[in-house]
Every structure is written in structure tokens, then in C-alpha cells.
């Protein structure tokens, strides 16, 4: 203690002497003293980018003396430099994150701000402004990890008109046998059925996902999760692998679906080169920017359907995978962050985000402000949800969840039977 | 380092008998000089190579997941997860392909250019600077730009591939080609390195002693067999030296291309440790590969000093 003290006047004026020569570099240019809250986000879609930007700007317009800058990173790179950046002096103050897994580890480790205190004072009148079921989801042993933004729901998105060539009736897909079918007629027309971005992994991993929850339900998937029971070697789940080697062996995706981006897959999907893409609630508005003429399939050409169910499952076809998205907020984040992410997140921004179908809002009012109604579909699905789980791939961490995108991937190309995927899944789950 | 022992080495034995006379001042006169240049050299080394080093194998013995300190002891088991695991072996094998190619293919076909680029003729800086270009440019970005030669359906790939109504390739989603797509970009970026160092020994080459070659009336192969290639000696051994090093630590070309993928068939050591160790946050593995890659590149490195570049 005493040594801390009488260090304590040293260090600051070394700190005020690093300051002085930083102050010589940086200059001029930041001669008003700001606060800089960075937000470090992986939106691509422009309308939605602006939609933030000008948030921003009204919120930097009421609050003199913020500046708030959107930083980006790249699906993938965010994903790999988040766990360094977390730890570096240039952390952003507030990102973008999947929950589960890989937020419970960044929690767990310090570098996150916990939000239970801000969010439950007077009242809890932050808590309370949101879904309680958003709040729940990202809560850790009762401290609340990060600040409510969306939900959102997997389900198939498919071309009307390339449908109707094939003759396929979205209507008549209830079950799994009914969808491989589906995939066959099509296929026969000439077709692609699907798009699939390989190259990627994790947008594969969403069959391997479904297929779990349909045949196992809730308590074979937790089970797996906290390596209990039979873990991933549960029967329903090697089932699910099964069917997935079914599906590939039908060769349902694009010519070198194996190495397709993301991007490059909801750009097949908008260019009108595959009928089908099982994706994300706001497909609509990505497919547009990614398609190669900027403009995608019309809205009155897109359908939606739920992930069909399996017969003798134990899993509901209302049951939803999908995510559940926040804003993680660093320790060393200065208070106007917090306050920034009330705002972004309260009831008018979030109608108004939603009205440009943007976001599935958690914030409570806002639901009527959806105007699309592809995800006033997401919606109600949503709404009327049995079970939502969250994506597996970020519920189950870093790095047993990488292993489940490999396996999907090895298990839909026939590279690897669905015991051998099980297996692996395991081996990873029991490392850790 | 090995450089410099041997250049000192190679002084003049007057100059050396010189030294020994003059040991003490010398010293003292050098003493200011090691005091004020040394530390710098020695504590960016230290700083940036020995200690990050050192750290890795470190954390190599530990479970860790990147977040504060590493805790859990595992021992070797990191190790042995890794020298188990398939895509390692895979990134082994490829590496060692890539060598092969580097020095079977790479290395002669930049000689072969070099010899042709080595004379005075018309136009000839032109074209060096042509093949030297695909070095200049970035990795990542003759990465990406190779991704769209190589596109099963915009691609310059398979636009050929359509002009002769073959069926289209998707070359960097197949696992069986994926590997030599990969290779032949690596021909194509670094071949004119190489050429441009064998154009530079090519030059000092003696010209009398080729023309006494010729006035012998060696042939034109004969003078390359036993004239020039002699000569070059040591430019072809510093440069399949640099060919294993690069091979060794490549990394930035195959991430765009095709991120180790499909299925691992095109991962490197680095790929690996990047896709492993990274972004599962298992830095306790990634550290390990580091180390395996460490030892390797050190071995082969002194190794390869030791027996072939001995007289340079």
C-alpha cells in the first residue's frame, strides 16, 4: 500500500508526460476535450449502416461532447480478433455479440462491463424497457451480460417463381422427407435447390443445428451441451447426422458450394440461381446487397418456411434456432456508452430500425413498427416459440462450437460418417 | 549471426596479424562503439524474438483459452493433440509439398528465365519488371485476385473452361485440386523473386571466363554445366535456402484462397495454427505449433547452413 502511494505521484506524472507527447502528436486536431465512444459493429447492409449513422448523429447532436465512431470489422476477422482486441488498450467500447458461449467466456474473464447494476437501477426501469425472455438470454448466473438489440430466427427462404417452374408448393414441406422430395423435383427442373456457403462453415451448420432439435429436443441438446448423459453421442443426434448425409448425398448446392463465402451465398440466392437458402430473419434486405445487381429478388418473390420437422422427433416444429443479439460493453467503456446503448436500443429506435427491416426488436413497443412481411413472419414465429436456442456454434463456444461448423461440413459432403462427426463434436466437448 | 563469424573469419591474414599486435587499443577503441550500438539491436531482438519465444513455449504446456493468465498445466498433452490430429499431418504434408515444388519447380524455371534475361538485349528490362511484378504485389491481395481467376462461375477458369465446352471446374473447392491451385499461385508469386536474385549473380559472373569457354568450343550447355552453374553456386543455394524458409511460413496467400479449406486439405503449419489456435482460442495448441515450426525452421535453417552453405 505504501509502496503503491508513494509510486502513485511518479506514475502520474509519467502519465501526464506520455500525455504531453501524445498530446504533441495527435495536435490540433482534437483541441475540444470529446469522449470517444467506439462501437465496433459487422453490419455490410449500407441502408442499415446509415440508419445508425444518422442515430448517432442525433444523439451526438443532443449530447455535445461525444463523438461516437463506428468501427468495422468483417464477419470472420471480427470473430478471430475480438479475443485479443478484448485485452488490448484499443478495445472497443461496445460490440457486437451472438450471446451464449462465447460471451459467457468474455464475461467470465473480466473484460466485460457487467450491466446488472445500470440495468436494474431505479427500478429496474432499463431491465424493464426490453423482453424479459432477451434479458434472460443473456444472463449468466444472474448477472446480466450485455444489452439487449434483437432476435432474430433460422428459417428457409425460398424463390416463388423458381418454385412454381419446378412445381414445388412451399405449403405442402411440413416434414424432412417432404423437403428432401422438394429438393429432388427441383433438382430434376434444372434447378439448384440451395444455396450453400461451405467455404464459410457455420452457414451449413444450421441444418446440422435443426436436425438436432428436431429429432432430440430440448433435453438431448442440453444434455450434449453440458456433457451429460450420452453427450453428442446421443442416438437422435447421430440420427440428425445421418439425415444430413442424406441431404448431401442428393448434391442440393450450387458447383463449389465447398468453397462460397457467406456474401457469395445470399448473392446466388439474390441473383435467382438457387430456390432455396436457409438464413438468417432479414435475408430480404441481404440477399438485396449482396446480389450482383444491387436490387436481389423482389419482396413479393420471397417465401418463408419454417425448418421442416422429423417424423417421430422429439423436437417441435415451433421450436426456433436463431440468434438472440446484444451490444457486450468492455470494462473501461466511459458512461456515455452505456447511455448511447439505451438510447440505440429503446423502444423509438429500435420501431424505427425495425421499420426498415432491419431488426426483429427486443425493445418492448416496438414490435409494431415491422413493416416487411417477411419478418413480421420471423416475428410471430418468434413470439410463438416452444424453444429458442440460440446458435450452436456461439452457445457452445469457441471451440467445440468451430468443431460442430467443421463437422456439418464433413458430414453434408460425405467426407464423414454421422458417428465419426459425433464423435469428434464429443472429443471437443470433453476437452474443455 | 552465422554470416558475420564467417565474414570475419574470412579477413586478411595480415590484417588479422595486425590485430593481434594492436589487441588493447582496438578493444578500447571498439568498447564506445559495442556500448552505443549494441543495445538497441540486442534489446529489439530480445524483445521481439527471443521473448515472444520464449512465451510461446510457455504457454505450449498450458490449457488456455487467451483470457488472463494461463493456469492449467497440461504438460505435453497439447503435443500430442496436435501430432493426433489429422489436419496437422495434412498441414505437414503440405508444407513439404510446397518445399518440393518450390525447389523442383520454382527454383529452375527462375533460373531458366534469369538466363534468358541475363543479357543486354532489347526490351529485356521490360519483361524483368513484368515477372518480377506478382512479387511486388501484396499476398493477400494476389490472393483474392487469384479467387476470382479461379471462380467456378465468373472466373477467367471457367471462361476457359467454357471457350472449350468442358464442364466448369470449381478448382478451390475440390479437395483433390484444391492443393495444386494453391501451388501454382505460389509459382506464379515468387518465381520472379528468385529470378531477379540469379539475374544479379548471373551479372557477376565472369564474362572471360565463358568466352574462354567458348573458344574451347564448350556448346551452349556445356558452358551453363560447367561454367556458369558453378559460378552461381552459392546465389542457387542462398536461394533454395529462402525457397524453404518462405515455404515454410506461408501463410497470407493460402488465407484468401481458400482459408486451409475444403476440409484441410490446403492448410499450412501457419493456416493451422491460425485456424486452431486462433480463432478457437486455444492458444495453449497454437503456441505448440508455433514451437513445432520453431524447431523445424531453426533445424532446417542451421542444418542447411552447416552442410550446403559452408564455403559462402
Known amino acids: 500500500?505504501?509502496?503503491?502511494?508513494?509510486?502513485?505521484?511518479?506514475?502520474?506524472?509519467?502519465?501526464?508526460?506520455?500525455?504531453?507527447?501524445?498530446?504533441?502528436?495527435?495536435?490540433?486536431?482534437?483541441?475540444?476535450?470529446?469522449?470517444?465512444?467506439?462501437?465496433?459493429?459487422?453490419?455490410?447492409?449500407?441502408?442499415?449502416?446509415?440508419?445508425?449513422?444518422?442515430?448517432?448523429?442525433?444523439?451526438?447532436?443532443?449530447?455535445?461532447?461525444?463523438?461516437?465512431?463506428?468501427?468495422?470489422?468483417?464477419?470472420?476477422?471480427?470473430?478471430?480478433?475480438?479475443?485479443?482486441?478484448?485485452?488490448?488498450?484499443?478495445?472497443?467500447?461496445?460490440?457486437?455479440?451472438?450471446?451464449?458461449?462465447?460471451?459467457?467466456?468474455?464475461?467470465?474473464?473480466?473484460?466485460?462491463?457487467?450491466?446488472?447494476?445500470?440495468?436494474?437501477?431505479?427500478?429496474?426501469?432499463?431491465?424493464?424497457?426490453?423482453?424479459?425472455?432477451?434479458?434472460?438470454?443473456?444472463?449468466?448466473?444472474?448477472?446480466?451480460?450485455?444489452?439487449?438489440?434483437?432476435?432474430?430466427?433460422?428459417?428457409?427462404?425460398?424463390?416463388?417463381?423458381?418454385?412454381?417452374?419446378?412445381?414445388?408448393?412451399?405449403?405442402?414441406?411440413?416434414?424432412?422427407?417432404?423437403?428432401?422430395?422438394a429438393v429432388e423435383t427441383l433438382k430434376g427442373a434444372g434447378i439448384t435447390p440451395i444455396a450453400g456457403g461451405g467455404g464459410d462453415k457455420w452457414p451449413l451448420h444450421f441444418y446440422l443445428s435443426y436436425l438436432v432439435m428436431r429429432n432430440g429436443g430440448q433435453s438431448v441438446f442440453e444434455n450434449a451441451k453440458n456433457n451429460e448423459g450420452e453427450g453428442f453421442l446421443d442416438p437422435a443426434i447421430i440420427k440428425a447426422g445421418e439425415q444430413l448425409a442424406e441431404l448431401g448425398k442428393l448434391e442440393p448446392f450450387q458447383g463449389g458450394y465447398l468453397g462460397a463465402t457467406w456474401p457469395q451465398t445470399l448473392g446466388l440466392f439474390g441473383d435467382g440461381k438457387a430456390a432455396m437458402i436457409l438464413s438468417f430473419e432479414h435475408t430480404e434486405a441481404t440477399q438485396r446487397a449482396n446480389s450482383g445487381d444491387g436490387k436481389g429478388l423482389a419482396l413479393e418473390n420471397i417465401g418463408r418456411f419454417p425448418f421442416p420437422a422429423v417424423e417421430g422427433g422429439a423436437g417441435a416444429i415451433s421450436d426456433t434456432l436463431g440468434g438472440l443479439n446484444g451490444w457486450a460493453v468492455t470494462k473501461n467503456a466511459p458512461p456515455e456508452a452505456l447511455d448511447f446503448l439505451r438510447y440505440l436500443t429503446n423502444a423509438e429506435n429500435e420501431r424505427l430500425m425495425a421499420s426498415i427491416g432491419m431488426i426483429v426488436p427486443v425493445a418492448l413497443g416496438a414490435e409494431d413498427g415491422i413493416a416487411n412481411p417477411l419478418l413480421r413472419a420471423a416475428a410471430d414465429q418468434l413470439a410463438a416459440s416452444t424453444w429458442h436456442q440460440n446458435y450452436f456454434d456461439q452457445d457452445l463456444g469457441p471451440s467445440v462450437g468451430r468443431v460442430v461448423n467443421d463437422v456439418s461440413v464433413e458430414i453434408v459432403s460425405g467426407q464423414m460418417s454421422a458417428e465419426e462427426g459425433a464423435r469428434m463434436i464429443q472429443d471437443a466437448r470433453e476437452l474443455e | 549471426m552465422t554470416d558475420m563469424t564467417a565474414t570475419m573469419a574470412a579477413v586478411p591474414a595480415t590484417a588479422r596479424r595486425k590485430q593481434v599486435r594492436y589487441k588493447s587499443p582496438t578493444v578500447r577503441g571498439r568498447l564506445p562503439v559495442l556500448i552505443l550500438f549494441l543495445p538497441p539491436a540486442l534489446l529489439l531482438f530480445t524483445l521481439f524474438v527471443i521473448l515472444p519465444m520464449g512465451e510461446a513455449a510457455w504457454y505450449s504446456l498450458y490449457r488456455w483459452n487467451g483470457y488472463g493468465l494461463p493456469e492449467h498445466f497440461v504438460g505435453f498433452r497439447n503435443f500430442e493433440v496436435l501430432f493426433n490430429n489429422a489436419a496437422f499431418s495434412q498441414a505437414l504434408i503440405n508444407n513439404g509439398l510446397i518445399i518440393l515444388v518450390s525447389v523442383l519447380l520454382q527454383v529452375p524455371l527462375a533460373l531458366w528465365l534469369a538466363?534468358?534475361?541475363?543479357?543486354?538485349?532489347?526490351?529485356?528490362?521490360?519483361?524483368?519488371?513484368?515477372?518480377?511484378?506478382?512479387?511486388?504485389?501484396?499476398?493477400?491481395?494476389?490472393?483474392?485476385?487469384?479467387?476470382?481467376?479461379?471462380?467456378?462461375?465468373?472466373?477467367?477458369?471457367?471462361?476457359?473452361?467454357?471457350?472449350?465446352?468442358?464442364?466448369?471446374?470449381?478448382?478451390?473447392?475440390?479437395?483433390?485440386?484444391?492443393?495444386?491451385?494453391?501451388?501454382?499461385?505460389?509459382?506464379?508469386?515468387?518465381?520472379?523473386?528468385?529470378?531477379?536474385?540469379?539475374?544479379?549473380?548471373?551479372?557477376?559472373?565472369?564474362?572471360?571466363?565463358?568466352?574462354?569457354?567458348?573458344?574451347?568450343?564448350?556448346?551452349?550447355?556445356?558452358?551453363?554445366?560447367?561454367?556458369?552453374?558453378?559460378?552461381?553456386?552459392?546465389?542457387?543455394?542462398?536461394?533454395?535456402?529462402?525457397?524453404?524458409?518462405?515455404?515454410?511460413?506461408?501463410?497470407?496467400?493460402?488465407?484468401?484462397?481458400?482459408?486451409?479449406?475444403?476440409?484441410?486439405?490446403?492448410?499450412?503449419?501457419?493456416?493451422?495454427?491460425?485456424?486452431?489456435?486462433?480463432?478457437?482460442?486455444?492458444?495453449?495448441?497454437?503456441?505448440?505449433?508455433?514451437?513445432?515450426?520453431?524447431?523445424?525452421?531453426?533445424?532446417?535453417?542451421?542444418?542447411?547452413?552447416?552442410?550446403?552453405?559452408r564455403h559462402d
Open chain 2, 115 to 309: 538466363m534468358m534475361l541475363a543479357h543486354r538485349i532489347a526490351g529485356v528490362v521490360a519483361f524483368r519488371l513484368i515477372f518480377f511484378l506478382p512479387y511486388v504485389l501484396a499476398d493477400v491481395a494476389a490472393g483474392l485476385i487469384w479467387r476470382f481467376v479461379y471462380d467456378g462461375d465468373y472466373g477467367l477458369v471457367a471462361a476457359l473452361a467454357g471457350f472449350f465446352g468442358a464442364a466448369t471446374p470449381y478448382v478451390l473447392a475440390d479437395r483433390g485440386l484444391a492443393i495444386y491451385a494453391v501451388l501454382a499461385v505460389i509459382i506464379w508469386k515468387y518465381f520472379g523473386f528468385h529470378m531477379m536474385l540469379f539475374i544479379a549473380g548471373l551479372q557477376a559472373v565472369d564474362r572471360s571466363v565463358l568466352e574462354a569457354a567458348e573458344i574451347d568450343g564448350a556448346t551452349g550447355w556445356q558452358k551453363f554445366r560447367y561454367v556458369t552453374l558453378p559460378l552461381l553456386g552459392s546465389t542457387v543455394r542462398l536461394s533454395v535456402f529462402f525457397a524453404v524458409i518462405g515455404s515454410l511460413q506461408l501463410f497470407d496467400l493460402v488465407m484468401p484462397l481458400t482459408g486451409g479449406g475444403p476440409s484441410n486439405s490446403t492448410q499450412t503449419m501457419v493456416t493451422f495454427l491460425y485456424t486452431y489456435g486462433v480463432t478457437r482460442m486455444q492458444v495453449g495448441l497454437g503456441s505448440a505449433v508455433g514451437v513445432v515450426l520453431f524447431v523445424i525452421c531453426v533445424t532446417l535453417a542451421f542444418g542447411y547452413k552447416r552442410i550446403f552453405m
Open chain 1, 1 to 181: 500500500m505504501t509502496l503503491e502511494r508513494r509510486l502513485a505521484p511518479l506514475r502520474a506524472a509519467r502519465l501526464s508526460a506520455l500525455a504531453a507527447g501524445m498530446a504533441l502528436f495527435v495536435g490540433a486536431s482534437q483541441a475540444s476535450a470529446e469522449t470517444v465512444v467506439k462501437w465496433l459493429h459487422l453490419e455490410t447492409v449500407p441502408a442499415h449502416l446509415k440508419m445508425w449513422e444518422d442515430i448517432a448523429a442525433k444523439y451526438e447532436s443532443e449530447h455535445s461532447g461525444v463523438d461516437i465512431q463506428l468501427q468495422f470489422l468483417e464477419n470472420e476477422a471480427f470473430k478471430a480478433k475480438l479475443p485479443t482486441l478484448l485485452q488490448s488498450d484499443d478495445a472497443p467500447h461496445f460490440f457486437y455479440s451472438w450471446g451464449g458461449g462465447v460471451l459467457k467466456q468474455q464475461a467470465e474473464t473480466g473484460a466485460l462491463m457487467d450491466l446488472t447494476e445500470a440495468m436494474q437501477a431505479d427500478g429496474r426501469a432499463w431491465e424493464k424497457s426490453y423482453n424479459p425472455a432477451a434479458v434472460k438470454g443473456l444472463t449468466f448466473d444472474g448477472r446480466i451480460s450485455a444489452v439487449p438489440f434483437k432476435m432474430g430466427t433460422i428459417s428457409f427462404f425460398y424463390n416463388k417463381e423458381l418454385f412454381q417452374k419446378a412445381g414445388v408448393k412451399a405449403e405442402d414441406i411440413k416434414t424432412w422427407a417432404d423437403f428432401l422430395k
